[in-house]
């Protein structure tokens, strides 16, 4: 990815591949920049609540350092039984998400925002997303997690892989905002600041 420079006209404020993935699709020359945030879950905060100002928090950071720059700024958690699921880190803390995910209903948001400093420009969105998952073994959960390690991800899978194996059905608008970044909300954002991808 190339370095952010003051001619930078896109930047993503996050070092996470999956997002980098995902913004490539686009096909529009972008950087990527640390926002350095800490992402501490505030007193009585909602998951809502929390992904949106994360989001914006994190396009700030870079905002301030790069003004005239477009920075895209998103923030991911998961919900289940209304507790937030954090990146398990561990092989025994994703077993642990998975089991107690078996057999239910795990809601993911998303939050996304798209600011310019420079033009005073910031719009911020959540992009719910949810995944029941099937009633799944103790075999299975083993196997997979041995398979795909997604000890970096929300919720202890990766939907663009195997973890697609793991769901008994899935509802919501935008399937990308799984992986950290809604690619539909986000397009709409760029078409109204003029960073139009089929312009």
Request: proline residues 7%; hydrophobic residues 40%; glycine residues 6%.
């Amino acid at each position: 990815m190339p370095q952010v420079t003051p001619q930078t006209t896109l930047i993503l404020a996050s070092t996470s591949p999956y997002r980098r993935a995902l913004l490539e699709r686009l096909r529009l020359p972008f950087s990527t920049s640390k926002p350095g945030v800490d992402e501490t879950r505030l007193p009585n905060e909602s998951a809502e609540q929390m992904v949106c100002r994360l989001a914006q928090a994190k396009a700030e950071a870079v905002a301030f350092e790069y003004p005239e720059a477009w920075v895209i700024g998103s923030d991911q958690c998961a919900v289940l039984d209304e507790h937030i699921l954090g990146k398990p880190g561990t092989h025994a803390r994703a077993f642990e998400q998975l089991e107690a995910a078996s057999g239910k209903q795990v809601v993911f948001h998303t939050g996304l925002c798209v600011m310019r400093r420079a033009s005073g420009f910031m719009r911020v969105v959540n992009v719910p997303f949810s995944v029941h998952f099937r009633e799944l073994t103790t075999c299975e959960i083993e196997h997979y997690l041995q398979r795909e390690q997604p000890y970096d991800c929300a919720g202890s899978f990766k939907s663009e892989g195997l973890g697609i194996t793991l769901f008994e059905s899935m509802q919501g608008d935008d399937p990308t905002s799984l992986i950290g970044l809604p690619l539909i909300a986000l397009c709409a954002m760029l078409r109204e600041a003029g960073l139009d991808p089929l312009a």
